[in-house]
């Protein structure tokens, strides 16, 4: 099992930058695949960003080129650098790990379903 805790979150202007970090404890996070995931009020939660137990990312559309995933082994943690922010951004970001680790290292995964642990989430505003 693994217990993960975002930071980072706050309030920046359009086109402005974050990065918010997930620390897990309990096993490694090289063990677990690890998505990024955001929910604005009223609406369902999104998938951001994911990172595969081999190390390959994945992104949602609306966020390529702006956004980028990264795990490091060594601090047991995973970040999500956001640049070039927009107002309908606004959301609470959470992260989440994947516990069955059947399939591919290589395999990344999009959907709130494939994931067994999240965060508590942090809250990201966007200020126009």
């Known amino acids: 099992q693994v217990q993960l805790v975002e930071s980072g979150g706050g309030l920046v202007q359009t086109g402005g930058s974050l990065r918010l970090s997930c620390a897990a404890s309990g096993r490694t996070v090289s063990s677990y695949a690890m998505g990024w995931f955001r929910q604005a009020p009223g609406e369902e939660r999104e998938f951001v960003a994911a990172?595969?137990?081999?190390?390959?990312?994945y992104y949602a559309d609306s966020v390529q080129g702006r956004f980028n995933a990264s795990r490091d082994n060594a601090k047991n943690t995973v970040y999500l650098q956001m640049n070039r922010l927009k107002p309908e951004e606004t959301a609470v970001y959470y992260c989440a790990a994947r516990g069955r680790t059947y399939g591919s290292i290589s395999y990344v995964y999009t959907s709130s379903n494939d994931y067994d642990y999240w965060g508590q989430g942090t809250q990201v505003t966007v200020s126009s």
């Open positions: 990172i595969s137990r081999s190390g390959s990312t």
